[in-house]
């Protein structure tokens, strides 16, 4: 969008907001039409750009944002409406803040729920006019990518207004991040550029940017900028200042202990020099990606009981002290273990008070459209990469040519911007993301690689992209047109002919940067004015994987290791706002990549779901955690935490409402007979029972199974021992609690894949149609079946509808509209609300025949394998959990040691 056009969206934006009453496309219209009558728009702007700008806005009009769900502690006293209606709160920062996020051009709904949710977090803070000592403790869990930062500025500014003082915000663990953290801070909250105030030039000093230009009294003061992070003689200088506390001090500082170090003691020789005035003052501590600080990131553990202990510590130094974390993944350090035995550390931050989860608006491009709704349309597989660049490799490996695949992500990302540029987009920035190794020197030789490829790119449409038709017998040009074939040749406003002739202003703008600790790095900045925004191809690892927010991200190409449960969702910076140009996005990664995305996803959505009806249920943070801490992730989680211990450690399973599946078995050929022995013994023992078959379109279901016979066959079948989630003992002692009650009796299908096949096979005489499914080249090597693919499932969406009656389906219609009142019912409902009105377990039995690579199918053992799928219904026992020891010598099978060296400190970045 030309600059004009962004500024007539934002003016426009403005009108709409001081207007009450709905908006309809005539009102939309009249006000763009009004404004391009004034001199400030008068003939810069045509009818049909004019057109195209009030479709926008109708678009973003139509976007809706819930408000979220709340988990509260017993002891949870309301005091912000008194406070407002007494005249008590000012809205200076806020208001300043809104007009700002009308001038962006964000929809009236999602800024009037954002309004909503900081009131409901800064209700839950403490009330600063409250002079005795007081602390509080609460989380914000939301999405990737969705806007957290957004939030938490909103929640500064209503601090800041409320009377809080000071305000710490911690920003990751990189410079880049938190400098990326400090320039948003400045625009929504200080109003002026930080990195100009050591500027010798007054004027330079002054630099008005964001709020400030709307209302230019009460800066706050800030002790960090963007370019440096907090420094105790700089903080210095601001004393006088301080002393006067007529406006709010805020610091913007990295995750990293000498900096801590710094601020507590700055902040005692502080309190020590002007008594204890400053520390008496009400604090508020925002912590962003509140989980990585924990074993889990790239520090050790000594390193992490210290920034704990800090952050511990800075809290105490204040009479009247508030932490807020953010996370977007639940499964973090404030509610699991995070590999110590110290209950003091983990409690003191745990988020007591409150638990909030905030609602993603509903043009967020997520998990859901990526992975689930639009695969198709935006994911691309990588299978060509082990011979060039395998997924586990050395630091000193070398990259001599880059996989075809890569080469074909950057020519779409060209493409792309093109098709953007085309749209009026060229004022917009645009990045493509590449994230395949996690060492520094591979990710500079991958750099190098990618420049020659758009070096050759460039040079061949310098001189022949002008010859029309002809420009084609180039092979880079043809190669070019061949990716928008592919890809593109239906998109909106991109004929080849428009494309090509912007090509040379793509390539003359486009740039290849490494983004990593390396001397070799370069800052991303997308703060270049002009008529044409950043083109930026960023070459990283773990500096990509956090936080850090690549402006217009289009493309992504990302080879990364899969197992990673809890920081897979975070590395995912495809996540966010595609505004004009979400079609055009595409990602390349491993088909088991796709599989983890869209698992770890289905766990978030549950954790959120779970959330939901704890607030219905009035349950505190301390139950909520207890749920988070017993789910099958979370279990694999702290067993990747706790693997370099090779101890062994007690848990609590929570099993109830959710699906456990045989992804990994033991290859070998004696047991997996004996399971399906195991399985043949179950069918003929049910068909002895003179339990009818009820024929169904999945296969033959037999209804109210006596649990003895399923323990029978659960004892008999192996797995792969590091799989804990199937680990007998864990199944047994669930069923063995329950056996006389909630478990007494099961509903089992004997599955038969939905096709037209030739090979049947049968268990005892029950015919069966044996499924297709992938199986990991690399974990064949070590023996084990372990299911692979972009679904990553044994079995398929739908089956846990078997067996259910139509008033069980009919709750389970009811549970999605109770959890979603503002969607429609879909017509397939995902399994989870069938758990959650099922009344008997259902157990799944399915033949597979697994499929690898032809290079390794000799070493696949003959014959369909037999699997499993259980989906337990909700239970009352024990909160549905079982206690379990995790054996960590056994996880270390399934993880390996390259799993363990990516979590630790290594030559990675």
């Keep these: 969008m030309k600059a004009i056009l962004t500024s007539l969206e934002g003016m426009t934006s403005v009108y709409m907001a001081s207007e009450p009453g709905p908006h309809t496309a005539k009102s939309i219209r009249q006000i763009i039409e009004q404004l391009c009558a004034t001199p400030m728009f008068a003939g810069r702007v045509s009818e049909v750009e004019a057109e195209e700008l009030a479709?926008?806005?109708?678009?973003?009009?139509?976007?809706?944002?819930?408000?979220?769900?709340?988990?509260?502690?017993?002891?949870?006293?309301?005091?912000?409406?008194?406070?407002?209606?007494?005249?008590?709160?000012?809205?200076?920062?806020?208001?300043?803040?809104?007009?700002?996020?009308?001038?962006?051009?964000?929809?009236?709904?999602?800024?009037?729920?954002?309004?909503?949710?900081?009131?409901?977090v800064l209700d839950r803070l403490g009330d600063p006019r409250n002079t005795s000592p007081w602390s509080r403790r609460g989380m914000v869990v939301g999405h990737v990518q969705s806007g957290k930062t957004a939030n938490y500025t909103g929640l500064i500014c209503k601090a800041a207004d409320a009377g809080y003082r000071l305000i710490v915000v911690i920003a990751g663990i990189h410079n880049n991040l938190r400098n990326q953290t400090q320039a948003r801070i400045d625009e929504g909250f200080i109003g002026r550029d930080t990195g100009r105030l050591a500027h010798a030039n007054r004027a330079q000093r002054q630099r008005i940017i964001g709020v400030g230009t709307f209302d230019q009294r009460e800066f706050p003061v800030s002790l960090t900028n963007t370019i440096r992070d907090f420094n105790k003689a700089t903080a210095t200088t601001f004393t006088a200042q301080l002393d006067q506390f007529n406006v709010p001090v805020v610091l913007v500082i990295?995750?990293?202990?000498?900096?801590?170090?710094?601020?507590?003691?700055?902040?005692?020789?502080?309190?020590?020099?002007?008594?204890?005035?400053?520390?008496?003052?009400?604090?508020?501590?925002?912590?962003?990606?509140?989980?990585?600080?924990?074993?889990?990131?790239?520090?050790?553990?000594?390193?992490?009981?210290r920034i704990n202990g800090q952050i511990r510590e800075l809290l105490s130094i204040f009479y009247r002290s508030c932490y807020v974390g953010y996370t977007a993944t639940p499964f973090a350090n404030i509610f699991i273990d995070?590999?110590?035995?110290?209950?003091?550390?983990?409690?003191?931050l745990f988020p007591r008070h409150f638990i909030i989860g905030l609602e993603a608006p509903s043009n967020y491009f997520g998990a859901q459209k990526v992975f689930i709704d639009g695969r198709d349309q935006h994911v691309r597989l990588i299978d060509d990469n082990e011979d060039l660049l395998p997924m586990k490799h050395k630091i000193d490996h070398p990259v001599d040519s880059l996989p075809e695949s890569l080469a074909q992500a950057v020519r779409v990302f060209i493409v792309a911007r093109a098709i953007r540029n085309a749209r009026g987009q060229q004022a917009a920035h645009a990045s493509m993301l590449v994230n395949a190794s996690r060492f520094t020197d591979v990710q500079g030789r991958l750099r190098s690689r990618i420049n020659d490829v758009v070096s050759r790119i460039r040079d061949a449409v310098a001189v022949e992209a002008g010859k029309g038709a002809a420009a084609l017998k180039n092979p880079e040009i043809a190669a070019l047109r061949a990716a928008w074939a592919q890809e593109y040749s239906t998109s909106e406003g991109a004929s080849w002919s428009v494309i090509q002739a912007r090509l040379y202003e793509v390539l003359a703008a486009v740039q290849v940067i490494e983004v990593n600790a390396s001397k070799r790095a370069q800052a991303l900045d997308y703060d270049q004015r002009g008529e044409h925004g950043v083109t930026v191809i960023a070459v990283g690892g773990f500096s990509?994987?956090?936080?850090?927010?690549?402006?217009?991200?289009?493309?992504?190409?990302?080879?990364?290791?899969?197992?990673?449960?809890?920081?897979?969702?975070?590395?995912?910076?495809?996540?966010?706002?595609r505004p004009g140009y979400e079609d055009l996005c595409r990602i390349w990664m491993?088909?088991?990549?796709?599989?983890?995305?869209?698992?770890?996803?289905?766990?978030?959505?549950?954790?959120?779901?779970?959330?939901?009806?704890?607030?219905?249920?009035?349950?505190?943070?301390?139950?909520?955690?207890?749920?988070?801490?017993?789910?099958?992730?979370?279990?694999?989680?702290?067993?990747?935490?706790?693997?370099?211990?090779?101890?062994?450690?007690?848990?609590?399973?929570?099993?109830?409402?959710?699906?456990?599946?045989?992804?990994?078995?033991?290859?070998?050929?004696?047991?997996?007979?004996?399971n399906r022995k195991a399985g043949e013994s179950l069918a003929a023992e049910i068909?002895?029972?003179?339990?009818?078959?009820?024929?169904?379109?999945?296969?033959?279901?037999?209804?109210?199974?006596?649990?003895?016979?399923?323990?029978?066959?659960?004892?008999?079948y192996r797995t792969d021992a590091a799989d804990p989630l199937t680990d007998p003992r864990l199944m047994n002692d669930y069923l063995d609690a329950r056996a006389d009650s909630e478990l007494r009796e099961w509903d089992v299908l004997f599955a038969s894949a939905q096709k037209d096949a030739v090979i049947r096979d049968e268990l005892s005489s029950?015919?069966?149609?044996?499924?297709?499914?992938?199986?990991?080249?690399?974990?064949?090597?070590?023996?084990?079946?372990?299911?692979?693919?972009?679904?990553?499932?044994?079995?398929?969406?739908?089956?846990?509808?078997?067996?259910?009656?139509?008033?069980?389906?009919?709750?389970?219609?009811?549970?999605?509209?109770?959890?979603h009142p503002e969607r429609e019912v879909p017509t397939a409902l995902p399994d989870r609300y069938f758990r959650m009105t099922r009344s008997r377990p259902l157990l799944i039995l399915r033949l597979v025949t697994p499929k690898v690579s032809d290079s390794l199918s000799d070493k696949l053992p003959t014959g369909n394998i037999l699997a499993w799928s259980i989906s337990f219904p909700r239970s009352?026992?024990?909160?549905?959990?079982?206690?379990?020891?995790?054996?960590?010598?056994?996880?270390?099978?399934?993880?390996?040691?390259?799993?363990?060296e990516e979590e630790g400190i290594g030559d990675r970045e």
């Design 55 to 120: 479709r926008l806005i109708e678009e973003k009009y139509g976007i809706s944002m819930g408000l979220g769900a709340i988990v509260d502690a017993e002891d949870f006293r309301p005091w912000l409406h008194d406070a407002k209606i007494n005249g008590q709160i000012g809205v200076f920062y806020w208001g300043r803040y809104r007009q700002l996020l009308n001038l962006k051009g964000l929809p009236k709904s999602v800024i009037d729920a954002t309004d909503e949710v900081t009131d409901r």
């Design 254 to 305: 990295k995750k990293n202990s000498s900096t801590l170090k710094n601020l507590l003691e700055w902040l005692k020789e502080h309190s020590v020099h002007q008594g204890t005035r400053m520390v008496s003052q009400p604090m508020l501590l925002i912590d962003d990606e509140a989980d990585n600080a924990s074993i889990n990131t790239a520090y050790g553990r000594d390193e992490v009981t």
């Design 338 to 348: 995070p590999d110590t035995d110290d209950d003091t550390l983990k409690q003191d």
């Design 544 to 577: 990509l994987s956090r936080g850090l927010t690549l402006e217009g991200l289009t493309v992504s190409y990302f080879l990364r290791n899969s197992m990673m449960y809890d920081t897979l969702m975070q590395m995912g910076r495809w996540f966010g706002y």
């Design 590 to 674: 491993p088909a088991d990549g796709v599989g983890w995305y869209a698992h770890v996803h289905e766990a978030m959505e549950d954790l959120q779901a779970q959330l939901k009806r704890m607030e219905l249920a009035r349950a505190t943070p301390e139950q909520f955690g207890l749920a988070v801490r017993s789910h099958p992730e979370a279990l694999i989680v702290t067993a990747r935490n706790k693997m370099g211990t090779g101890k062994e450690f007690p848990v609590r399973v929570g099993l109830a409402e959710k699906l456990i599946e045989t992804t990994r078995i033991r290859a070998d050929r004696d047991q997996l007979d004996r």
């Design 687 to 716: 068909r002895a029972q003179g339990i009818p078959a009820q024929p169904r379109p999945r296969g033959q279901l037999y209804l109210r199974v006596p649990v003895d016979l399923v323990r029978a066959f659960l004892r008999a």
């Design 766 to 819: 029950i015919r069966m149609t044996p499924f297709d499914r992938s199986v990991s080249d690399s974990e064949l090597h070590h023996g084990v079946l372990a299911i692979s693919g972009t679904s990553r499932r044994v079995g398929s969406p739908g089956d846990e509808k078997e067996g259910l009656n139509q008033d069980e389906l009919g709750k389970a219609e009811a549970e999605f509209r109770r959890e």
């Design 876 to 900: 009352d026992i024990d909160g549905g959990t079982v206690a379990y020891v995790v054996n960590t010598i056994r996880l270390r099978e399934m993880f390996g040691e390259e799993e363990l």
